[in-house]
């Protein structure tokens, strides 16, 4: 398995970035992808998720609204586009699967239920 972020960078409050995973090396579609972040200093919290069955997804309450996640099956991609960003939003990035996703349509939030993840890459957000 392996996962690959891109597509960060730094912007001011209120712009957009999009964030995209690779994947290989598994079936998408028994399982689901999500993104994580990490402020300096502060845990790794769940983001978002979208389940590879059937394309559920899910959302923390800090970017509903905000944020959406989606998949390209036919590029093996996963996408997190992010609108109306705000400082609070800064932090590295980082997709995640796991065996436990497979066929769920459970929203696993804690990082010790995935098993595989990319690099990460940077967002920041300025004031």
């Known amino acids: 398995v392996q996962l690959v972020e891109s597509g960060g960078g730094s912007v001011q409050t209120g712009g957009s970035l999009r964030l995209s995973c690779a994947y290989s090396g598994f079936t998408f579609e028994e399982y689901g992808i999500a993104w994580f972040r990490q402020a300096p200093g502060k845990e790794r919290e769940v983001v978002s998720w979208?389940?590879?069955?059937?394309?559920?997804?899910s959302y923390a309450n800090s970017v509903q609204g905000r944020f959406t996640i989606s998949s390209d099956n036919t590029k093996n991609m996963v996408y997190l586009q992010m609108n109306s960003l705000k400082p609070e939003d800064t932090g590295v990035y980082y997709c995640a699967t796991s065996a436990l996703t497979y066929y769920t349509t459970s929203f696993l939030t804690r990082t010790s239920q995935y098993d595989f993840w990319g690099q990460g890459t940077q967002v920041t957000v300025s004031s």
């Open positions: 979208i389940s590879g069955s059937d394309g559920a997804t």
